[in-house]
């Protein structure tokens, strides 16, 4: 518990407003998620019209301004970790999902992970090691690694780096804990 003191010398307790402060950071949270998914839409449309420069340009602003823009949450169900991510998968954000998912892979005995990449807007050769690593991980236990609801460009990544001859995919999370 952690306590302030008053003008008085009472204590008060400052558990409150770290409540508060948790919540707060939750809501900016999604709200820079909904502006960056805004703004890569806008890069989009950007480059289907051959504005090219602009588009870049937008693109290097994007990639200096966010902080650290990838959201995990994990749920269990059955033997099965789901890890739903959000945000851009790169080379800023793997390591820190390589470590938190080894974690709770340790922590509860998981032997089976599924991937949710449908908020995932954008995954680089990065992406594809954490999620290899993960694999191999599983594999000495004699588990499983599934990818579920990717968009185009990711499941792209994915298909022509050859991930789906070792990982399945799935269009759906149950899909993804029946098979597994």
């Known amino acids: 518990m952690f306590f302030s003191v008053n003008?008085?010398?009472e204590k008060s307790s400052l558990q409150p407003l770290f409540y508060i402060f948790a919540e707060l950071n939750t809501i900016i949270y999604k709200y820079m998620i909904n502006m960056f998914d805004l703004l890569q839409k806008i890069m989009l449309k950007l480059w289907k019209k051959k504005e090219a420069k602009l588009a870049k340009e937008l693109r290097r602003w994007i990639t200096l301004n966010?902080?650290?823009l990838m959201e995990l949450n994990f749920s269990k169900v059955d033997n099965n970790l789901v890890v739903a991510l959000t945000g851009e998968l790169?080379?800023?954000s793997a390591e820190e999902i390589r470590v938190k998912v080894?974690?709770?892979i340790d922590r509860d005995g998981i032997n089976n992970l599924v991937f949710d990449f449908s908020r995932v807007t954008?995954?680089?050769s990065s992406g594809i090691g954490m999620v290899i690593g993960r694999y191999k991980r599983l594999s000495i236990r004699k588990g499983k690694v599934s990818v579920v609801?990717?968009?185009k460009n990711v499941k792209?990544?994915?298909e022509l780096s050859g991930m789906f001859k070792i990982i399945n995919y799935y269009e759906s999370i149950n899909d993804a804990i029946k098979c597994g």
């Open 7 to 9: 003008a008085d010398g």
């Open 66 to 68: 966010r902080v650290m």
């Open 90 to 92: 790169d080379h800023h």
């Open 102 to 104: 080894d974690d709770r």
């Open 122 to 124: 954008f995954m680089d």
């Open 149 to 151: 609801a990717a968009n």
């Open 156 to 158: 792209r990544v994915f």
